[in-house]
């Protein structure tokens, strides 16, 4: 199989797949009623047309993990707490990325809303005790951004890595950051954890002290739209070693949630509706509401305002985008009195990456901010739920799931009085240590491998 993205004739990860595959699935399966449970379902392969961290970027022991974050690791979990022996006992926790729900819309033609309750339905069917949405966690994410986006933009004359600051929401984007652009790039990622992460820290951290359960007594699964949110899943700066215990412990994409639907002969629209659970005892979630961003959590559209606003004292309401060399990669800016004082990016796709990070190099970049995602079309598009059987775009499908998300209602993470409570009652007060040490980690450069030139775009 020839490796999509880098120059080697033989991709090894595939190789390192097809080699290690069967070992980890029979220390999966480690007995009979599991494997009846389970005996329909793909093994978890992820191919370099579905994850953009290739082996350059991807070691031997990243690799087995990454595989065996696969629908049997939930199914261990539920034939776990059906044994007799309670001190092994799990709590489940599912939590749902909101780009993945209008994928389960579209497939099964109901609303967001509908698509959200019964999958929450269909989760508790099967012993999972706890399902929530991860916007919450997003809102936090985006005001640390907007917060750190402010302070680099008045440090620009005084610390050289300053601007641009590069958004660091996309995993993909972040591993190859880290292992192909390494120095150059790495300093200028903004410091705040992404949504998957920072919703880890909300269920082991939060979630599990008010409910008396010490981290590694609860189970958590995120399931999201794109294979790369696996290999995030295991990074060292999201792990507790007191409690052996990762923030999230498995990554299910949207479209291996539809394999064990299947598999049970299974449609969402058969599934009984049930309220998705809140981090905040018996509160449940009313309606799924969204951020700014047609295609993403909208990180560009709210530093963009939030800074038009602290630092210009401007308030925009609409943001008018000019698409540049192709609908991936457009920019927004910001006059005053005549002059640009604010120029943002969006760049979706690594054939746009690669442009501007050669725009970086060159010393010609203009951007004070990229929300840099590596999809093409943005999180939506994510190769674990917008594909055809045969692994193509279904575009169709596509368009269908932009149309439903843009019609759920928006809602700034300033007026979420949860966050504001979380802020004070978790978080010792928004500019608290506890809140650099929890909603912020370090990204930086590891050893090299290749040469980012020689990579095909």
Same mark, same amino acid.
């Given at each position: 199989m020839k490796c999509e993205n880098c120059t080697k004739k033989e991709c090894s990860k595939?190789?390192?797949?097809? !080699?290690?595959?069967?070992?980890?699935?029979?220390?999966?399966?480690?007995? !009979?009623?599991?494997?009846? *449970?389970? #005996?329909?379902?793909?093994?978890?392969k992820i191919f370099l047309s579905d994850c953009l961290a290739c082996d350059n970027c991807m070691t031997s022991e990243e690799g087995v993990r990454v595989f065996q974050q696969n629908q049997k690791e939930l199914f261990r979990i539920l034939n776990l707490n059906k044994k007799c022996d309670v001190s092994k006992h799990k709590v489940l926790a599912v939590s749902i990325c909101p780009q993945s729900l209008p994928y389960f819309a579209a497939k099964f033609n109901i609303s967001v809303n509908d698509a959200a309750k019964r999958l929450c339905g269909f989760l508790k069917s099967l012993g999972v005790h706890y399902v929530f949405?991860?916007?919450?966690?997003?809102? &936090?994410?985006?005001?640390?951004?907007?917060? *750190?986006?402010?302070?680099?933009?008045?440090?620009?004359?005084?610390e050289e890595h300053a601007l641009p600051m590069f958004a660091s929401a996309c995993p993909g984007w972040i591993r190859y950051a880290e292992r192909v652009l390494t120095n150059?790039?790495?300093? #200028?990622?903004?410091?705040?954890?992404?949504?998957?992460?920072?919703?880890?820290?909300?269920?082991?951290?939060? &979630?599990?002290?008010?409910?008396?359960?010490?981290?590694?007594?609860?189970? #958590?699964?995120?399931?999201?739209?794109?294979?790369?949110?696996?290999? *995030?899943?295991?990074?060292?700066? &999201?792990?507790?070693?007191?409690?052996?215990?990762?923030?999230?412990?498995?990554?299910?994409?949207?479209?291996?949630?539809?394999? %064990?639907?299947?598999?049970?002969? %299974?449609?969402?629209?058969?599934?009984?509706?049930?309220?998705?659970?809140?981090?905040?005892?018996?509160?449940?979630?009313?309606?799924?509401?969204? #951020?700014d961003g047609k295609r993403s959590d909208g990180y560009l559209e709210h530093i963009f305002k939030y800074?038009?606003?602290?630092? &210009?004292?401007?308030?925009?309401? *609409?943001?008018?985008?000019?698409?540049?060399?192709?609908?991936?990669f457009q920019e927004v800016a910001l006059e005053k009195d005549g002059e640009t004082v604010l120029r943002f990016a969006a760049a979706y796709g690594f054939r746009n990456i690669q442009n501007m990070v050669l725009?970086?190099?060159k010393g010609k970049f203009l951007y004070h901010f990229v929300e840099v995602l590596a999809c093409p079309g943005g999180c939506l598009n994510g190769k674990g739920q917008a594909q055809t059987e045969d692994g193509?775009? !279904?575009?169709?499908?596509?368009?269908?799931?932009?149309?439903?998300?843009?019609?759920?209602?928006?809602?700034?993470?300033?007026?979420?009085?949860?966050?504001?409570?979380l802020y004070q009652d978790w978080l010792e007060g928004m500019d608290s240590k506890k809140v650099q040490e929890t909603l912020h980690t370090k990204y930086h450069a590891m050893n090299q491998t290749v040469n980012s030139l020689d990579i095909k775009w």
């Open positions: 595939k190789q390192k797949n097809d !080699d290690k595959q069967n070992a980890s699935v029979d220390t999966l399966s480690s007995n !009979d009623e599991e494997k009846n *449970e389970f #005996h329909k379902l793909a093994n978890a949405d991860t916007t919450i966690a997003a809102d &936090f994410s985006i005001l640390e951004s907007q917060k *750190e986006f402010v302070q680099r933009y008045r440090q620009r004359n005084q150059p790039v790495t300093p #200028h990622i903004c410091t705040a954890k992404s949504p998957q992460q920072i919703m880890g820290s909300l269920v082991k951290g939060y &979630f599990a002290r008010q409910q008396n359960l010490s981290p590694d007594k609860m189970f #958590h699964i995120i399931v999201a739209p794109c294979y790369d949110k696996k290999l *995030e899943a295991l990074r060292e700066d &999201f792990y507790t070693a007191l409690y052996n215990s990762q923030d999230v412990d498995c990554v299910l994409t949207s479209g291996e949630i539809v394999q %064990i639907m299947e598999q049970k002969n %299974i449609s969402m629209t058969d599934v009984t509706e049930v309220a998705v659970d809140s981090l905040f005892g018996d509160i449940k979630e009313v309606d799924i509401v969204r #951020h800074a038009a606003k602290e630092l &210009f004292d401007m308030d925009v309401d *609409e943001i008018a985008y000019k698409a540049l060399k192709n609908k991936d725009k970086l190099k193509k775009l !279904d575009k169709a499908l596509l368009n269908q799931m932009e149309e439903m998300y843009a019609a759920v209602p928006v809602r700034l993470p300033e007026t979420n009085m949860y966050v504001q409570k």
